[in-house]
């Protein structure tokens, strides 16, 4: 059984590890580098101490005595205020960590980067701010409130060759979605370019030797590329019609005349309430003459082949002979 003594220096002890001054004291120095937070402790450890049943206690008592030295010196740095709070500057680091991953390679240079090397061509660094003659004030070359901002201006003058009823600021913005749309088309090809990936054309990919259908669909390609779609095209010589080519569907104006509408609607309420289905007779006769064809030639092969068979004879340097049949 424990006494109330025990107990109450059993607090006591509790209290004053609790409470443990800043003051450590070692037989050497630890060495700092605030920039990183890092101490380096050069002190002997007790194995001992170390070796003992109590290993997990000396370990946090000796990273709570660096870990105080460290913020000690961390206190002797100048510090400031920043929202009403006291910060310490931390000066650059003084020791090389190693790196989580590899240094990264330089990048390829694009192909203005070398085309400029080749040419002796030197970058000129323009300044951020220009003059705005305009504003009659100094605005940025580029970005938000730049100067020359032609997105801003409510009045645009239709040149002289336009067509006065065509809208200038669509056509403006359709310009500017392209140049945009055109320098990320170049942004990838430099890095297809850099990682050696060969980038498709347009219309039709590049491929070592073409087949014979390749050249035709790029030649039909080529043929509908013109303004009128291909129509005033002459073909080649022994040029063949292009296969699967597709037919565009013809669509009614949703506004204008009614007249051809009303017309199909009525035919067509007329088959749906009419008991007896609208036959075109030329046209089914036309279709059971055809098959009754097909199945007669059918028949008739087969029955020339059957006599062909019983007529054909065995032996060296006869010839087969073939009974005439009845035409």
């Not at 937070?37 to 194995?47: C, G, P, V």
């Not at 305009?134 to 239709?158: F, M, N, P, Q, S």
């Not at 054309?201 to 014979?212: H, I």
């Not at 009303?262 to 009419?274: A, P, R």
Request: aromatic content about 6%; overall charge positive; proline content about 6%.
């Amino acid at each position: 059984s424990c006494s109330v003594e025990d107990v109450l220096a059993k607090a006591e002890r509790d209290e004053a590890e609790k409470l443990k001054g800043i003051t450590v004291s070692k037989e050497l120095d630890l060495e700092f580098d605030p920039g990183n937070l890092l101490a380096f402790d050069k002190n002997r450890i007790d194995t001992r101490e170390f070796k003992d049943s109590k290993r997990e206690d000396f370990l946090r008592s000796l990273a709570r005595d660096n870990t105080q030295l460290l913020i000690n010196e961390i206190w002797k740095l100048p510090t400031e205020r920043v929202e009403e709070v006291i910060v310490a500057k931390l000066p650059d680091p003084t020791t090389l960590l190693p790196r989580e991953k590899p240094a990264p390679k330089p990048k390829p240079p694009t192909k203005w980067e070398q085309f400029a090397k080749l040419k002796g061509i030197q970058k000129k660094k323009k300044t951020n701010l220009v003059w705005d003659e305009v504003h009659k004030e100094w605005k940025r070359r580029w970005g938000y409130k730049r100067a020359k901002d032609d997105t801003k201006e409510w009045l645009i003058e239709v040149p002289v060759n336009a067509d006065p009823n065509e809208d200038q600021f669509a056509k403006r913005n359709k310009a500017k979605k392209e140049r945009v749309a055109r320098n990320e088309y170049n942004r990838l090809k430099n890095i297809a370019r850099a990682q050696k990936i060969k980038v498709p054309g347009m219309g039709l990919a590049p491929t070592p030797q073409q087949s014979k259908a390749e050249l035709a669909q790029a030649v039909n390609i080529a043929k509908i590329s013109t303004a009128s779609v291909g129509k005033f095209q002459d073909n080649l010589p022994k040029e063949k019609t292009p296969k699967n080519t597709g037919k565009k569907r013809k669509f009614q104006p949703l506004i204008g005349d009614f007249s051809s509408e009303k017309q199909k609607q009525l035919d067509l309420l007329k088959v749906m309430d009419s008991k007896k289905p609208r036959l075109d007779i030329t046209k089914a006769v036309n279709k059971q003459m055809r098959e009754e064809d097909m199945e007669s030639r059918k028949k008739n092969k087969k029955d020339f082949g059957k006599k062909g068979q019983r007529g054909k004879m065995s032996g060296k340097g006869r010839k087969p002979q073939m009974k005439q049949g009845k035409r």
